[in-house]
DNA sequence: GTCCTTCCATCTGCAAAACAGATGGTTTGC
DNA sequence: GCAAACCATCTGTTTTGCAGATGGAAGGAC
């Protein structure tokens, strides 16, 4: 024994204290009464502290006893969750999720399905970070990350894999006071390149020197999703967003939808899929997430309510 | 042995972890290396889960172990407060000082409290412990802490007399990437619940169902606040923080105040308070810390600098 | 490359512990 | 006042954990 107090003594003092009696203790924990009996007085022992009265037929808590009872129940308690987390990793369960989202991907979908992870899993941390375009795939590249829910790009990479989870529409908008908007019928492309168009920089090297749907030769760069969303309200340029994200603002009728020339009228279509390391499959949890996020996407009806 | 695992089992892990080595921790318990050998691989088989890589020279932690290493620590520090309380009582006087304070609390405060408590009374040890919302109440009302630094919350607790300190300004606060930020007069209550909000979630079952300023329908839950700072600080959402913990932000522009409808211009103010059992008054070093903090706490201008 | 140290796992006998069961004293309900 | 249930203590037996020894593997020094 390392230590004078051990966990038996706790758990048969909480025994004693639950059951009334220490025969009840016994008879609970499977040992003769003498045991609880020897535990009990070991414990006292080691404390310097009289935990029962015994002077009547049944012993009664002391007040000290009282005390030192809720301490005991913490740390009891702290040993089975620690236990439960244990099983739960022996069947394969993932220690911790880290997640990189896209921005592109509907925040009110992931949130929901963050909520229902964490009743789902309650002793699995769930790690998210949002990111964009091509920095959106380093932190599954280089390991940080064991799934990444990310817009497919035209670009291979070999060491992932990939299930399609669905798409998102993109959109050209830009505000209702922007000159384009006085085009009801089709935009040319060469009209769309007179004007200022918004551009999601990446932030990585991934997709150096590689753009997509860049139509204007003038173009200002933003690093972040909301500050675009920003400026095209304020009608600084117009540029492609994901409707969810301005579908508020069209019905409004602050942000109108470009009829562009060569998209299709429904809008661009950018599918997300779910990444990860051919070598490293998700676990349990991971694979719930991406059934979770499967079946709560496609049937987004009750999550229209918020962002 | 009751159940499989021991706190000998988890002092072990931890000595195993701490010393780098089987061995060293061997010496460390004043045991034979077998034995540390046996006790961790007992661990093992308990769990069902591999704590240690041993294919190196010396054994790494694998990520199982590091996670169940924090639970383990959790539970020995548990162990020892609950030794050192006995302790106390079997000594008979009750010079040790319990407190615990809410996370709202401005740290600095906190701190320079603890200091000059250290240097005023030497001989009583103070214990402090940090919890949130109602779980902080929770120990000063089974009588482990004698005095709780807590913040008012709109319940009644018959058993507990209180004493007011003063007020933390709280505010709503969003990254300068949110969209919410653009708002730069009042923000209306129906535009905030528009936004996915970041609510600290209540440990305890004090306050069960029961939720003080949620607004939006969409939120997440975080267990701790220093998760919720770095959620706000990635514009995962919008919330309320105490003004201490995020004043560095406002000033470096990271984090911004909004502005909201139904909230006064210098937000909201959460009334902190020393709470302890009517029937069991402060002694001098419990009087002497309460005072210190009423009035270190008006005048806290020196205490800017720290966090 | 080879030696040498230090690490870990496994085995063995031995000592300490925890066990079940028995006994006796005490309280409580009938 | 008696039976029942409680608790403390004692005793022999079983189990457990211990130290110490052995062997294999890894890594640094030369």
Redesign the pocket.
């Known amino acids: 024994?390392?230590d004078g107090v051990s966990l038996?003594h706790l758990r048969t003092f909480i025994a004693a204290v639950d059951e009334g009696?220490?025969?009840?203790a016994a008879r609970k924990l499977?040992?003769?009464?003498?045991?609880v009996?020897?535990?009990?007085?070991g414990l006292e022992d080691q404390f310097g502290v009289v935990l029962f009265d015994?002077?009547?037929?049944?012993?009664k808590l002391t007040p000290e006893g009282v005390l030192l009872l809720a301490d005991a129940r913490g740390i009891v308690s702290g040993v089975d969750t620690m236990k439960a987390r244990a099983k739960l990793m022996a069947s394969g369960l993932e220690t911790e999720l880290s997640v990189v989202v896209d921005v592109f991907f509907p925040t009110a979908v992931v949130s929901a399905a963050a909520k229902a992870f964490a009743s789902r899993f309650p002793l699995t941390p769930l790690r998210l970070f949002v990111e964009g375009l091509g920095a959106a795939y380093q932190p599954v590249l280089d390991g940080r990350c064991s799934l990444g829910i990310l817009a497919t790009l035209p670009v291979a990479f070999p060491s992932l894999v990939s299930e399609r989870l669905g798409e998102v529409p993109l959109v050209a908008v830009a505000s209702s006071s922007h000159p384009l908007t006085r085009f009801n019928h089709r935009i040319p492309r060469h009209e769309l390149a007179k004007h200022l168009q918004l551009v999601l920089t990446d932030r990585s090297d991934l997709m150096a020197g590689r753009d997509f749907g860049v139509v204007s030769p003038s173009t200002w760069r933003l690093a972040d999703l909301s500050t675009k969303h920003a400026f095209l309200k304020d009608s600084i340029g117009w540029g492609g967003m994901p409707l969810h994200m301005v579908e508020k603002d069209i019905a409004s009728g602050s942000l109108v939808v470009l009829d562009v020339d060569d998209m299709p009228p429904s809008g661009f279509m950018l599918t997300m899929s779910a990444y990860h390391q051919a070598s490293e499959p998700p676990g349990p949890a991971g694979r719930w997430l991406i059934d979770h996020l499967k079946d709560s996407w496609v049937h987004p009806s009750d999550l229209k309510r918020e962002q």
Chains 1, 2 share one sequence.
């Open positions: 024994m390392l038996d009696s220490f025969s009840a499977n040992r003769v009464q003498s045991a009996s020897g535990w009990v007085s015994r002077s009547g037929r049944f012993p």
